[in-house]
């Protein structure tokens, strides 16, 4: 790879133009971001990740990359948590 190759791509990934693009807000409501609405870059090893939080029924989400995001559930009593993880752009909507 010549220098020219290898800076260009080295430009791409620091400014973005090959990292995964991912939703951020830090609570949505009814498909509707309500705080702080904004996009992410993945470092490697992270993903888009949706987290929704249940008291019998839905309360609201956040939108996040994540580290080493793994999908997960919790649950104690009437209350869970979903971890949903995702790869591709923009994958984790409100």
Wanted: proline share 2%; net charge positive.
């Amino acid at each position: 790879m010549d220098s020219y190759t290898r800076l260009t791509r080295e430009w791409k990934i620091n400014y973005g133009l090959e990292r995964l693009i991912c939703n951020v807000c830090k609570k949505s409501q009814d498909s509707k971001c309500t705080k702080l609405q904004r996009r992410c870059f993945a470092e490697p090893g992270e993903s888009c990740a949706t987290i929704s939080y249940f008291v019998g029924k839905h309360v609201f989400s956040k939108q996040e990359c994540l580290p080493q995001c793994k999908e997960t559930q919790y649950h104690r009593g009437d209350k869970s948590i979903y971890v949903m993880c995702c790869e591709k752009n923009l994958c984790n909507s409100f």
